[in-house]
Nanobody
């Protein structure tokens, strides 16, 4: 069982920045065997994928088009922690942000539509204009 806990959400004005963190529980599994991802859900909308990263930072990343050039996903396997650095925030980025984990093989990144197995409880990001 993998437990994930997000933090770092908050309220900012448009153009501002936030860094989200997602810490994985340090139980008997290897964090570095999981692909990790960030997803978000705005009120009245379906959950959408934001960014994913492979088993380590050198494997590769994927981003939804709307955040390319503004958001950066990264991970620190020594700390069992995933990050999402968000800059140039826009009101349309307002949502609950979730991290997720998926066991995956080396050398690949996972897609947004894959069966992500573990989810955090979410952290609210609110961007005002």
């Amino acid at each position: 069982q993998v437990q994930l806990a997000e933090s770092g959400g908050g309220s900012v004005q448009a153009g501002g920045s936030l860094r989200l963190s997602c810490e994985a529980s340090r139980n008997a599994y290897s964090y570095s065997t999981y692909c990790m991802g960030w997803f978000r859900q705005a009120p009245g909308k379906e959950r959408e994928g934001v960014a994913t990263i492979g088993r380590d930072s050198s494997t590769g990343t994927r981003y939804v088009d709307s955040v390319k050039g503004r958001f950066t996903i990264s991970r620190d396997n020594e700390k069992n922690t995933l990050y999402l650095q968000m800059t140039g925030l826009k009101p349309e980025d307002t949502a609950v942000y979730y991290c997720a984990a998926l066991f995956c093989g080396p050398g690949r990144t996972a897609g947004f539509k894959e069966p992500w197995a573990y989810w955090g409880q979410g952290t609210q990001v609110t961007v005002s204009s």
